[in-house]
């Protein structure tokens, strides 16, 4: 029932009276209305713009935001009024819907603000309005086309391949993309100059060259050279026979593949030498053995993977099936039509050459398309007459669907233009995204070794960390508590990456090294300042949680002169390390093994032998500035 | 081909010609009614002017126009009963509000009768019931008048009821009606017959009193 229809509600009620003499049993009693019946105006602050209703006009939609008790969470005690933090032109046109009935969609606005906004205020689109319904879903189609053709294209194919790709795998996509590598791109031109030799060689086979010595006609140079020609033919049938063989097997699906377009160009492009081999020299077959040779000019075809132009055009014939099929059948039936009538009007000349109405089918084609060879002309006044409307007509016919196909085209083509640039931007995005997420990553990874995760406990270290904003402290703090949960440490990738190539090597070693280096370290130095790795700002991603790695211990504090020390400098260095906020040339790569004694704070260094490569984890503040390096190597 | 064109050309000129008539029409029904003064209002019903402005509030809404004509009101009254066909009662019903039988109601017509029906006295509602009976306002109503509208009624019911809905079920119903209005079994019910005999009846009164707090 439409909503408007409840403010007749009363009447209709009212107008029950008129049943009460005629009640065969008493009436029922009439619902009792609890609440008050006074209607009252609603402000409703939409950042900033008041707009005012009357909450009967809000109540006609229960079942939407503003119309339930919804509302409620977004009432301002203070200001006596609800409080929206949307856009208030697209309010407008909500708040309307509840005063006429009516959705209408405004045509300036996005499509995609507009859902959303109906959705925050949970409106279905379907009651939209006539009037603006089909300019809606037009545009909604739109949309929907562009975002799926940008998820295609994020799924573009050139993205890297998955490290464990078979040969096969990797060879169907470096045919399908040749700039993904060098071989590719190589073999890419040299197909594609082939394909053009063969194509020239096709064509000069024709010309005529001088005549061999003892002969006056002219030869073409197909038959002068004909050798030569033939090892050409063969060198290009080769490449492409074997280019074919190479896509067949390197299809994911063969089957697909063998039917696909560019594969039967492909074989209709080699199929006429094979043929020419097998069959005999004899002068029968020999017409046909020539026709077959008319089939090498495909090999031009193949041009259509080197050129995306080319492919256009094809899809786009492709897609105006239907307006090329309705050209034909018009012209067809004008032809038929302009013939028949042409040959009875010039029936009666002598010597005519509208002989048959087939034969007049050549005129009417000729006239029809503004040729005019002048091979056939009519004679009688008749025959002029309607030749002449034959030509006028004919513009008429071919101009019509020509339109439409030109904007299949020009759509066609700026869709692909847009899938490039989209391709192209989405890379820069995604660097900037990275970038960002770098950024943060790195941010926590320095905010640990400025000890922001220790207790602050002296006046220096708060004062570094005093210039983060609230929102960087709860998220550092958030990304603690995910440490200390899962018992590891947020590292860099290029300490990871080092970790797994080293510990294979100096498995066994690290453990008696590792242990005895570090008892000398915590030996020698301050307990709470012994571990100190090298952290490098990395992504944090790589995070280590490889519970069964067992990881080296290396420690890593970059600086620029200093190169591998050897252990006992490291006992001497460790003196040295300070607590020093201002440097930031490094940072505290921790990786850990889910090994809980291991990861008590830094004093307690229990020597388990039992636990293999066991990596301390300190969280220390102190790091030095000169590069130590400690490898158990 | 030039015919062919020429006859397309005249064919959408006569097409314009008609479409400038409905357009005269349209004209017409633009018309707007304004209702008298909210005091004069006050003054004749028995409303208050807040209800007033409610009343004339939705009123206005529904018909931008300020006038209802009897097919809007056919569809309005018959959303409410979709079960049935409501529009012989709404037939009626709208003659009954259209008291100066313009043919449209306007909203002093709406508020006038709505006055009657939620505020006025017994003696008031009866007797406006009494001339919603009273098809041809002759003063009396006969068994052919009292027929068409219970069948009216009866329609709004539709065809799914329980029990079954018989043929005569309206003809006993009007024969149960006379039997109790007509005091002087002349065959046709007076004004004060039908008063009387409501008084008399207490199922009636009570339920007079059930409207009161529609608005």
Redesign the interface.
């Known amino acids: 029932?439409?909503a408007?229809?409840a403010?007749?509600?009363?009447?209709?009620?009212?107008?029950?009276?008129?049943?009460?003499?005629?009640?065969?049993?008493?009436?029922p009693?009439?619902p009792v209305?609890k609440k008050s019946?006074?209607?009252e105006i609603l402000i409703v602050n939409v950042s900033g713009l008041r707009f005012q209703t009357?909450k009967?006009t809000l109540d006609r939609y229960p079942d939407t935001l503003l119309g339930s008790s919804e509302k409620e969470f977004f009432y301002n005690e203070d200001t006596q009024e609800y409080f929206f933090d949307r856009d208030p032109e697209m309010f407008r046109h909500i708040l309307n819907f509840y005063?006429t009935g009516k959705l209408h969609y405004p045509r300036q606005e996005c499509i995609q603000a507009f859902d959303e906004e109906l959705a925050f205020y949970g409106i279905v689109p379907d009651i939209i309005g006539d009037c603006c319904m089909e300019e809606y879903r037009d545009r909604k189609k739109e949309n929907q086309e562009r975002l799926s053709e940008d998820t295609e294209a994020e799924m573009a194919t050139d993205t890297p391949l998955p490290p464990n790709s078979t040969p096969r795998e990797r060879l169907w996509r470096a045919f399908e993309n040749p700039h993904t590598s060098t071989m590719a791109l190589v073999f890419y031109y040299v197909t594609g100059f082939f394909i053009a030799v063969s194509v020239i060689a096709n064509v000069v086979e024709t010309v005529p060259c001088r005549p061999i010595k003892g002969s006056v006609k002219d030869l073409p140079c197909g038959e002068k050279y004909s050798v030569a020609f033939f090892c050409l033919d063969t060198a290009c049938v080769l490449i492409f026979t074997f280019e074919y063989l190479m896509r067949l097997f390197a299809a994911p699906n063969r089957c697909k593949f063998m039917r696909s377009v560019m594969s039967v160009i492909d074989v209709v492009a080699i199929m006429p030498y094979y043929i020419g081999l097998v069959m005999p020299e004899n002068e029968d077959v020999s017409g046909a053995f020539v026709t077959l040779r008319v089939f090498r000019v495909f090999r031009i075809f193949k041009f259509s993977r080197h050129s995306q132009g080319l492919r256009i055009l094809g899809y786009t014939l492709k897609s105006c099936a239907s307006e090329l099929g309705f050209l034909l059948f018009s012209l067809t039936m004008a032809i038929i039509i302009f013939a028949t009538v042409m040959f009875y009007a010039e029936k009666g000349t002598k010597g005519t050459n509208f002989t048959s109405i087939p034969a007049a089918f050549w005129y009417t084609i000729v006239t029809m398309t503004t040729l005019g060879y002048g091979d056939m002309v009519p004679n009688t006044i008749a025959g002029k007459i309607f030749g002449s409307i034959c030509s006028l007509?004919g513009v008429l016919v071919i101009a019509l669907p020509v339109p439409v196909i030109v904007s299949n085209f020009s759509r066609i083509y700026h869709q692909n233009q847009r899938a490039d640039k989209m391709r192209a931007q989405q890379k820069v995005r995604l660097a900037r995204i990275r970038l960002a997420k770098k950024g943060t990553t790195n941010a926590f990874l320095r905010y640990k070794e400025e000890g922001g995760l220790q207790d602050h406990d002296s006046d220096s270290a708060a004062l570094c960390l005093k210039n983060r904003s609230s929102f960087e402290h709860q998220h550092h703090h958030l990304l603690h508590c995910l440490e200390k949960t899962t018992n590891h440490e947020f590292t860099d990738e290029l300490t990871y990456s080092e970790m797994c190539m080293t510990e294979s090597v100096g498995y066994r070693t690290s453990r008696s090294t590792s242990l005895s280096s570090q008892q000398a370290v915590s030996s020698s130095c301050c307990p709470r300042r012994a571990k100190r790795r090298a952290i490098r700002l990395a992504n944090s991603t790589v995070s280590v949680s490889r519970g069964s790695v067992q990881e080296l211990d290396t420690l890593q504090v970059q600086k620029s002169s200093i190169g591998p020390q050897s252990r006992s400098s490291l006992n001497a260095r460790t003196e040295d390390l300070k607590l020093n906020c201002e440097q930031r040339d490094y940072t505290a790569a921790i990786i850990s093994i889910p090994t809980p004694p291991a990861n008590t704070p830094d004093e307690s260094l229990p020597p388990s032998p039992a636990v293999p490569g066991i990596l301390r984890n300190s969280r220390t503040t102190s790091y030095t500035q000169e590069a130590v390096k400690i490898s158990s190597l | 081909m030039g015919l062919v064109m020429g006859t397309f050309s005249m064919q959408s000129k006569q097409v314009d010609y008609r479409k400038d008539k409905v357009d005269d029409d349209l004209e017409m029904t633009m018309v707007c009614h304004r209702p008298e003064g909210l005091d004069q209002l006050e003054a004749q019903t028995n409303f208050s002017k807040r209800e007033l402005q409610v009343l004339y509030r939705g009123f206005k809404n529904e018909c931008p126009s300020g006038v209802v004509n009897e097919e809007t009101f056919k569809q309005i009254y018959s959303q409410f009963f979709p079960h049935g066909d409501a529009s012989t009662y709404a037939h009626y019903l709208f003659n009954a509000f259209d008291s100066a039988h313009t043919g449209s109601i306007k909203f002093e017509d709406f508020v006038t009768a709505l006055s009657i029906l939620l505020r006025g006295s017994t003696r008031e509602k009866l007797q406006w019931t009494f001339n919603l009976y009273d098809i041809n306002r002759d003063g009396y109503i006969n068994k052919e008048e009292m027929t068409d509208i219970v069948r009216a009624i009866y329609d709004m019911m539709g065809k799914y009821t329980y029990p079954v809905l018989k043929t005569d079920a309206p003809k006993q119903h009007v024969d149960t009606f006379f039997q109790k209005m007509d005091k002087n079994r002349d065959g046709v019910v007076t004004l004060d017959e039908f008063i009387l005999s409501c008084q008399e009846d207490e199922n009636i009164m009570r339920s007079l009193q059930l409207f009161e707090n529609v608005i």
């Open positions: 029932m439409a408007g229809v403010t007749w509600l009363p009447f209709a009620r009212a107008a029950a009276v008129g049943w009460l003499p005629l009640a065969k049993k008493t009436m009693k009439p209305d019946r006074n209607d009357w009967n005063r007509s």
